[in-house]
T-cell receptor
Framework: ETGVTQTPRHLVMGMTNKKSLKCEQH?????MYWYKQSAKKPLELMFV???????ENNSVPSRFSPECPNSSHLFLHLHTLQPEDSALYLC???????????????FGPGTRLTVL | AQKITQTQPGMFVQEKEAVTLDCTYD???????LFWYKQPSSGEMIFLIY??????QNATEGRYSLNFQKARKSANLVISASQLGDSAMYFC??????????????FGKGTLLTVNP
């Protein structure tokens, strides 16, 4: 596997279900991100982990719960979601603190989530 | 106010011609970085090009170049010799502040580029 992988690629769940999205990066990066992409809205940052520590939580509802057990893996645990949470969820990684300027974030293919 | 504005919801270009995708940004921070990403229908965001606020020259990466006009706060993407595979959504994004202190990448709404044969 190379780059950033995400599983599953597609997920349909009811509002009472509990599910998890998984992201794995094979790039040796130290920061990982969860983004939400809804139709007709800009990409929204949800969570940031740097060196496994959560450094940012963009006012995300508690029904979304991130977990970063190590610098290569990132999970997004989902419970009692709403239909408006249906979106494409993208994971990304980057190498931070490696000098001047900014390094690009590398994205995974996303998980298309539908909440019924 | 929006931090990243992409005024073109959709653009059409003929194969082998050049096309410019517009992006303007809003920040009071002297240190920032500007990125362009491509998102095909498959969903994956693909990094194209980066311009730092202190870079003296416009960034170029193969057929992609960034027309950076700092005083006008614009960072337009130029794609030369368009190919059918260039058809996709294109997003402009910005990161502000000193590296390591702000991880947030703010995206525009995107421009859907269609390349016609």
């Amino acid at each position: 596997e190379t780059g950033v992988t995400q599983t599953p690629r597609h997920l349909v769940m009811g509002m009472t279900n509990k599910k998890s999205l998984k992201c794995e990066q094979h790039l040796g990066h130290n920061a990982m991100y969860w983004y939400k992409q809804s139709a007709k809205k800009p990409l929204e940052l949800m969570f940031v982990y740097n060196f496994k520590e959560q450094t940012e939580n963009n006012s995300v509802p508690s029904r979304f719960s991130p977990e970063c057990p190590n610098s290569s893996h990132l999970f997004l645990h989902l419970h009692t979601l709403q239909p408006e949470d249906s979106a494409l969820y993208l994971c990304a990684s980057s190498q931070e603190g490696s000098g001047e300027g900014y390094n690009e974030q590398f994205f995974g293919p996303g998980t298309r989530l539908t909440v019924l | 106010a929006q931090k990243i504005t992409q005024t073109q919801p959709g653009m059409f270009v003929q194969e082998k011609e050049a096309v410019t995708l517009d992006c303007t940004y809003d920040t009071s921070d002297p240190s920032y970085g500007l990125f362009w990403y491509k998102q095909p229908s498959s969903g994956e965001m693909i990094f194209l090009i980066y311009q730092g606020s202190y870079d003296q020259q416009n960034a170029t990466e193969g057929r992609y170049s960034l027309n950076f006009q700092k005083a006008r706060k614009s960072a337009n993407l130029v794609i030369s010799a368009s190919q059918l595979g260039d058809s996709a959504m294109y997003f402009c994004a910005m990161r502000e502040g000193s590296g390591g202190s702000n991880y947030k990448l703010t995206f525009g709404k995107g421009t859907l580029l269609t390349v016609n044969p």
